[in-house]
């Protein structure tokens, strides 16, 4: 029924959490997108999950939960390995810091963004920051002087200073 082409879109959102790849596959799925933009939005939090499960969730997918997606969508999209710069960037100046903090533990991000990340105004996000296993040194130091005792605890064990 999945990969049926005349199944309802509403329906492909109810099979979506046990049967992901087979959704994504519908031959039918780009016309219902055409059809109705918002045609994700009727899906149940558990389709977003199974597809984010996908090492490939397709970027439209992405695009949807980062405009419209609740909070508990988000973190672990934050996560995937998948997310392009751009939409890392936009996730990291979500208004939820534990998506700020999945993004700032996420590998290979641009100096610029680990700075800012440092700076942000939740102590979670500057210790995952800290809890990183290289960092400029710049913000190694500005993570050791941190106002929080734990940030300033993990970024030593983790970046001493160097005299």
């Known amino acids: 029924m999945a990969r049926h082409p005349n199944t309802p879109a509403a329906v492909l959102g109810i099979l979506a959490p046990e049967f992901p790849q087979v959704v994504l596959a519908n031959p039918a799925l780009p016309l ?3 059809a109705d933009p918002h045609l994700l939005r009727a899906w149940p939090d558990g389709a ?3 597809l984010l499960r996908l090492p490939d969730v397709p970027a ?6 980062i405009r419209h997606g609740r909070t508990e969508l988000l973190i672990p999209l934050a996560q995937h390995p998948a997310l392009q710069e751009p939409e890392v960037l936009s996730l990291a100046r979500h208004a939820a810091w534990l998506v700020r903090a999945r993004i700032a533990a996420r590998p290979h991000l641009p100096p610029d963004l680990l ?3 440092a700076a942000d105004p939740d102590y979670g996000v500057r210790l995952a920051v800290a809890s990183r296993p290289s960092l400029p040194a710049g913000v190694a130091a500005l993570l050791r002087e941190d106002t929080s005792r734990f940030v ?3 970024a030593e064990q983790t970046h001493p200073a160097r005299y």
């Not at 439209?60 to 939960?65: G, Q």
Request: no cysteine.
């Open 152 to 154: 300033r605890q993990v």
């Open 32 to 34: 219902l997108r055409l």
């Open 60 to 65: 439209w997918v992405r695009a949807h939960l």
């Open 48 to 50: 977003f999950h199974a």
């Open 115 to 117: 700075a800012a990340l």
